[in-house]
């Protein structure tokens, strides 16, 4: 009877360490620190290779992504577009982001700054830079919520 006691605590113990171990947060992707408030990435963690993130809003997956351009500067956009509806996304063709719905090519160092109006653009993200770390505030990526529904 011991012996079933014992096999049954450790079996207990292993679930719990897994349950514990494999806790995920809201946030998918890169290296992140996720609080309440904001997303921290480490921005020497980025490159000139498109890192796309996933936030958890209550079941809607809100996707952007952060990219280095040319110039070291990172680049943060939704990975949608606020003219060609429904979410598509983007993906990389060399220094380029291109819309899977329309075809258009963008320059990855013209992201980062809100559409004019002048057609298909990934989605304005505004980010902040501290130190060594690229800042999304969640409640900008929130903002995004309409584009993924």
């Known amino acids: 009877m011991k012996k079933n006691k014992i096999i049954i605590l450790g079996i207990l113990v292993i679930i719990s360490f897994l349950i514990i171990g494999c806790k995920k947060d809201n946030i998918t992707g890169n290296t992140i620190v996720d609080t309440s408030d904001a997303v921290t990435i480490s921005l020497a963690s980025l490159s000139n290779t498109v890192d796309f993130y996933e936030y958890d809003d209550n079941g809607v997956k809100i ?16 990975d949608a577009c ?14 380029d982001i291109v819309c899977n719905n329309c075809g258009k090519v963008f320059r990855i160092d013209g992201l980062g700054s809100k559409n004019k109006g002048y057609g298909c653009w990934p989605s304005f993200l505004p980010h902040e830079i501290e130190g060594d770390n690229l800042i999304i505030q969640i409640s900008d990526i929130k903002q995004g919520r309409n584009r993924f529904v």
């Open 63 to 78: 996707s952007y992504f952060v990219v280095l351009g040319s110039d070291g500067k990172a680049r943060t956009a939704f």
């Open 82 to 95: 606020d003219v060609c509806g429904g979410y598509k996304g983007y993906r990389q063709q060399g220094n």
